[in-house]
């Protein structure tokens, strides 16, 4: 398998050339996620570790847990914890992640975040590359699967983090609410101002009350092609 090694924000990473590589999403969940309190953190879905490997740069004393099932991602994702010299931040777990419950006792994390697959099996085309389509379509996990092994592993208050597609945001709130998590956070990323939106941010909470808080929405480019100052700032580009 050939690679890529590209730089984003204070990092460096090998990624796939051909297979899954990161996107904008990762970014922005990264982006999204809050320093207050977060000791002990765990991904579900790491891909080439790009999310954790940023979150332990910004977070110097939070230890994560990076899980992934597809194994070529999770030597690129070990690799790149060793470049990045993050062997103290970062854990990388290759385990099916409906599985974690046999591995780790309930209510153990403070927070646990995860840019999942959106797209149901048979919704939407599904790529021939392996690692694109386990990584976007629910082959290998369901959403009801992420968010039921995320309430079992966060501590009461703990905190849920995860980006995902308006067109099924009433089902992923059922779903929440089912277990337990409360979305207490939540904002739409738009391309552009007029557009409808194409994802959205949530934060949830183990065991809370209902309330939410709509921040204002994120738009990612002007009218043109230029980014916004708020998405450089997400690309770490000094403005």
């Known amino acids: 398998m050939e690679f890529t090694l590209d730089s984003i924000k204070d990092i460096k990473l090998f990624q796939p050339k051909r297979g899954y590589r990161f996107s904008v999403d990762a970014l922005l969940l990264e982006d999204f996620i809050s320093a207050k309190r977060l000791n002990t953190g765990i991904e579900l879905g790491a891909g080439s570790g790009i999310i954790s490997i940023l979150l332990a740069k910004r977070l110097k004393t939070t230890k994560i847990i990076a899980v ?23 854990e990388i777990l290759n385990q099916d992640i409906k599985n974690l419950k046999e591995h780790f006792p309930a209510n153990k994390f403070d927070f646990v975040f995860s840019n999942p697959p959106f797209r149901k099996t048979k919704s939407g085309r599904l790529s021939v590359d392996e690692e694109r389509a386990v990584a976007r379509h629910e082959i ?100």
């Open 68 to 90: 992934e099932i597809q194994k070529s991602l999770v030597q690129c994702a070990k690799r790149n914890v060793e470049l990045n010299k993050l062997g103290d931040g970062v």
């Open 140 to 239: 290998k996990i369901t959403l009801n699967d992420i968010i039921t092994t995320a309430s079992y592993l966060l501590k009461n208050t703990g905190r849920f983090y995860l980006i995902y597609h308006p067109f099924r945001l009433i089902e992923l709130i059922g779903l929440l609410h089912k277990a337990q998590l409360e979305p207490k956070r939540m904002r739409f990323v738009h391309s552009r101002i007029g557009e409808e939106a194409k994802m959205v941010l949530i934060e949830a909470v183990k065991g809370s009350g209902a309330w939410l808080k709509i921040e204002p929405p994120f738009y990612i480019y002007e009218k043109g092609s230029e980014c916004t100052d708020e998405m450089k700032k997400v690309y770490g580009i000094t403005l």
